[in-house]
């Protein structure tokens, strides 16, 4: 069984920084695209970042582009996010999502293109 676990989320000040993380189990490697989205209550799932596993090429929020860093490491079947410069307006729950593919270049960050989902973790940012 595919499953994919998010960590990292907490508590900080404006300007802080957190590292989220989400391994991938069930699968030796997944090839195909990764992305974290983010829903703050009353708000849309949107998209924040998304990287192919693949080839690695990014994609970014314009609210998060020069903050936010997505990355991956394949041998540990694991997708991050380091988030610096920390806002309120970043607060909500954060998902990692998946799906296996044979696609290269930019992955989309619409929620529709994912069928993998984490259950998410929240990160609060105070002012």
């Known amino acids: 069984q595919v499953q994919l676990v998010e960590s990292g989320g907490g508590s900080v000040q404006a300007g802080g920084s957190l590292r989220l993380s989400c391994p991938v189990s069930?699968?030796?490697?997944?090839?195909?695209?990764m992305g974290w989205f983010r829903q703050a209550p009353g708000n849309e799932r949107e998209g924040v970042a998304t990287i192919n596993t693949d080839d690695g090429s990014t994609s970014y929020a314009d609210s998060v582009k020069g903050r936010f860093t997505i990355s991956r490491d394949n041998t540990k079947n694991t997708v991050y996010l380091q988030m610096n410069s920390l806002k309120p307006e970043d607060t909500a729950m954060y998902y990692c999502?998946?799906?296996?593919?044979?696609?290269?270049?930019?992955?989309?960050?619409?929620?529709?293109?994912?069928?993998?989902w984490g259950q998410g973790t929240q990160v609060t940012v105070s002012s």
């Open positions: 069930g699968y030796s490697y997944l090839s195909g695209c």
């Open positions: 999502a998946a799906v296996r593919s044979d696609f290269r270049g930019i992955c989309p960050p619409t929620t529709d293109w994912y069928n993998l």
